[in-house]
Nanobody, 121 residues
Framework: QVQLVESGGGLVQTGGSLRLSCAASGNIDRITDMGWYRQAPGKQRESVATMSPTGSTGYLDSVKGRFTISRDNAKNTVSLQMNSLKPEDTAVYYC???????????????WGQGTQVTVSS
């Protein structure tokens, strides 16, 4: 069984910072891409930031220069440092991990439980 546990959401004023973290645990053989998605009320879930095992990154245009994704391959963790937050960043943030469980031949996508980020104006 695999679990993704997120932490770090909360309420912050415009211009503030938050750091989200996600830890994957369980019978994991290998992790490939790790990332963060978000979903605001009434909107579709969107990809915010992704990172490959070798460190290649991709960002949503609206967060470039403000958000930074990082990962610790030894600890199976991924983090998202969010600076200069804006009210439009308000959403539930989900970590997303593609991994292969021990004894399995294929890769599956797993989601964290979601953490609320609220940016007040």
């Amino acid at each position: 069984q695999v679990q993704l546990v997120e932490s770090g959401g909360g309420l912050v004023q415009t211009g503030g910072s938050l750091r989200l973290s996600c830890a994957a645990s369980g019978n994991i053989d290998r992790i490939t891409d790790m990332g963060w998605y978000r979903q605001a009320p009434g909107k579709q879930r969107e990809s915010v930031a992704t990172m490959s095992p070798t460190g290649s990154t991709g960002y949503l245009d609206s967060v470039k220069g403000r958000f930074t994704i990082s990962r610790d391959n030894a600890k199976n963790t991924v983090s998202l440092q969010m600076n200069s937050l804006k009210p439009e960043d308000t959403a539930v943030y989900y970590c997303n991990v593609k991994l292969r469980r021990s004894g399995s031949w294929w890769f599956d996508t797993y989601w964290g439980q979601g953490t609320q980020v609220t940016v007040s104006s």
